[in-house]
T-cell receptor, first 111, second 115 residues
Framework: RKEVEQDPGPFNVPEGATVAFNCTYS??????FFWYRQDCRKEPKLLMS???SGNEDGRFTAQLNRASQYISLLIRDSKLSDSATYLC????????????FGKGTRLSVIA | GAGVSQSPSNKVTEKGKDVELRCDPI?????LYWYRQSLGQGLEFLIY????????KSGLPSDRFSAERTGGSVSTLTIQRTQQEDSAVYLC?????????????FGPGTRLLVL
């Protein structure tokens, strides 16, 4: 089983749609979790951290299920500017350590 | 403020040549990471520097790869005797030395093409 697995997509959705991405991770001892966004030919940028209680930032909601080793990202009211690749990222240890990245899920929001 | 910078932005080289890639982290960041992203693949960890500690080299794919970090700031990734499979985007990231704040800020990357 790969360390971090994501559905590669692409997800093609109309503007205004709600879309959800899922991610599973293999190491039950993983400490922290993130969603990064990567635009075409650009570097990854942090979208949001994922907390055990779930967290929301505007149209974006992230959830963590430690028992199932599963992370999700929900995007409501999709905008054209949301088109990007969304990377599920796991820190297997605590503190500043290398992150383990999923291969990403590609989202295209269509007018 | 200035973000992470990398140079060159693009590098084309011939198989067998050595290349050096440079990373300037955000000022004050003590942790520095190198990753590699091949076409259609996820990011692959290469090497990690944290302050004055010995670097974590566990991700380096072969002994042709090495990296240094001088003065706790600038880092250079060197690939000797390049092979075509080394073609990828090499990304550098840095983060603050705070255990709870693990956000890694990435540079724009160096696109390496080995012919």
């Amino acid at each position: 089983r790969k360390e971090v697995e994501q559905d590669p997509g692409p997800f093609n959705v109309p503007e205004g749609a709600t879309v959800a991405f899922n991610c599973t991770y293999s190491n039950s001892a993983s400490q922290s979790f993130f969603w990064y966004r990567q635009d075409c030919r650009k570097e990854p940028k942090l979208l949001m951290s994922v907390y055990s209680s779930g967290n929301e930032d505007g149209r974006f909601t992230a959830q963590l299920n430690r028992a199932s080793q599963y992370i999700s990202l929900l995007i409501r009211d999709s905008k054209l500017s949301d088109s990007a690749t969304y990377l599920c990222v796991v820190n297997m240890r605590s503190g500043n350590t290398p992150l383990v990245f999923g291969k990403g899920t590609r989202l295209s929001v269509i007018a | 403020g200035a973000g992470v910078s990398q140079s060159p932005s693009n590098k084309v080289t011939e198989k067998g040549k050595d290349v050096e890639l440079r990373c300037d982290p955000i000022s004050g960041h003590t942790a520095l990471y190198w990753y590699r992203q091949s076409l259609g693949q996820g990011l692959e960890f290469l090497i990690y520097f944290q302050g004055n500690s010995a670097p974590d080299k566990s991700g380096l794919p072969s002994d042709r790869f090495s990296a240094e970090r001088t003065g706790g700031s600038v880092s250079t990734l060197t690939i000797q005797r390049t092979q075509q499979e080394d073609s990828a985007v090499y990304l550098c990231a840095s983060s603050l030395d705070e255990g709870y704040q693990e956000t890694q800020y990435f540079g724009p990357g160096t696109r390496l093409l080995v012919l």
